[in-house]
């Protein structure tokens, strides 16, 4: 769906430029953009890689793990479904911790697998379950404590202080969380 959202955007703007006599605007802007996106990739490689190496570190250590544990009881309240020591948590855990850094990139993987070890446990393969849907809400609000992709983006275009937006990304990540899970509980509630 999304990939004819941004063709629509993509044809509208050649129709409009077309419609305008403009063709020298669009030109330039194709030009210019890539400029500036292999300039921001170029720019962002560095920090990503940092923060992924340092979440290596982590899992390899066992620090990944170990957070990963202190974290479970809360995750086995949010999923009572889900058994007792089953996989399932600990990829969610190591996900939830991950995304907390502000990696979500690095914690895709976690995710996939966590997804996957949800519908083992799913009855009915063809729709989500409780548990998926909840991750999904707990995955995508995005609890973040360390938001290091935007302080590294921050960082590139020039900001003097980078890392003063990390209260209110804290601030924001923890209201959208918990406004998500009230709500995932009460329409949970009112489908049963």
Not at 11 to 35: A, Q, W
Not at 71 to 96: C, M, Q, R
Not at 132 to 151: A, K, Q, R
């Amino acid at each position: 769906m999304i990939n004819y959202i941004w063709g629509f955007f993509i044809i509208g703007g050649i129709i409009y430029s077309i419609i305008t006599n403009n063709f020298s605007s669009i030109n330039s802007e194709i030009l210019e953009s890539s400029k500036t996106t292999l300039n921001l990739i170029l720019e962002l490689i560095p920090m990503v890689a940092l923060w992924t190496g340092i979440m290596n570190i982590a899992k390899v250590s066992g620090l990944l793990q170990k957070l990963s544990k202190k974290i479970t009881p809360l995750l086995k309240k949010l999923f009572p479904e889900i058994p007792d020591n089953h996989e399932s948590l600990g990829y969610i855990a190591s996900n939830v911790v991950i995304n907390m850094f502000g990696l979500g990139n690095a914690a895709t993987p976690f995710g996939l697998k966590a997804m996957k070890s949800l519908q083992e446990l799913n009855k009915d393969k063809d729709t989500a379950s409780r548990s998926m849907i909840t991750f999904l809400v707990l995955n995508t609000s995005g609890l973040t404590i360390v938001p290091t992709t935007v302080i590294a983006l921050r960082m590139t275009y020039g900001s003097v202080n980078p890392t003063e937006i990390v209260i209110t990304a804290l601030i924001a990540t923890v209201c959208s969380t918990i406004a998500g899970l009230i709500m995932d509980k009460i329409l949970a509630r009112k489908n049963r």
